[in-house]
């Protein structure tokens, strides 16, 4: 599970807010998310060359909104659409995602950290910045 903090305006209030946001892929949803881009998810590094900025930002969306739920009182981790709805309307889809393209926040490092542990464990992080899967 990835636990982002972002800080974004407030629509109606105009002042600055901070909000906590959850993300996590089971391994089912990873493997739809990745039929649903025709593979490039899962080869990225191997097709990185030939994704267009346009395909990149499509495939930072779907993350979030596959990834996104909220994080209940008593423990659970709930993806409502309703409320993934709302999250990809407001302020703070639009700072994530910002921080995503701009590289304030490292791509690789917020896939790895949504993945199910059994598979997340595998991965790591090249000195170029590439996601390596240990085997």
Same mark, same amino acid.
């Given at each position: 599970?990835?636990?982002?903090?972002?800080?974004?305006?407030?629509?109606?209030?105009?002042?600055? /807010? !901070?909000?906590?946001?959850? $993300?996590?892929?089971?391994? *089912?949803?990873?493997?739809? +998310?990745?039929?649903?881009? &025709? @593979?490039?998810?899962?080869?990225?590094?191997?097709?990185?060359?030939?994704?267009?900025?346009?395909?990149?930002?499509?495939?930072?969306?779907?993350?979030?909104?596959?990834?996104?739920?909220?994080?209940?009182?008593?423990?659970?981790?709930?993806?409502? /659409? !309703?409320?993934?709805?709302? $999250?990809?309307?407001?302020? *703070?889809?639009?700072?994530? +995602?910002?921080?995503?393209? &701009? @590289?304030?926040?490292?791509?690789?490092?917020?896939?790895?950290?949504?993945?199910?542990?059994?598979?997340?464990?595998?991965?790591?992080?090249?000195?170029?910045?590439?996601?390596?899967?240990?085997?």
């Amino acid at each position: 599970m990835k636990k982002v903090t972002v800080t974004c305006e407030n629509v109606f209030t105009g002042e600055e /807010e !901070t909000v906590d946001l959850y $993300f996590h892929l089971t391994q *089912a949803e990873l493997t739809m +998310l990745n039929l649903s881009m &025709n @593979g490039k998810f899962e080869n990225y590094n191997e097709n990185k060359e030939s994704i267009s900025p346009e395909e990149n930002v499509k495939m930072f969306e779907a993350l979030l909104e596959k990834a996104y739920g909220q994080k209940t009182a008593d423990g659970l981790f709930i993806k409502d /659409e !309703t409320a993934k709805k709302a $999250f990809l309307c407001s302020p *703070a889809y639009s700072a994530l +995602l910002m921080k995503l393209i &701009n @590289g304030e926040e490292n791509v690789f490092e917020f896939i790895i950290a949504c993945l199910p542990k059994e598979i997340a464990s595998k991965m790591s992080i090249t000195e170029d910045g590439q996601i390596k899967v240990n085997k």
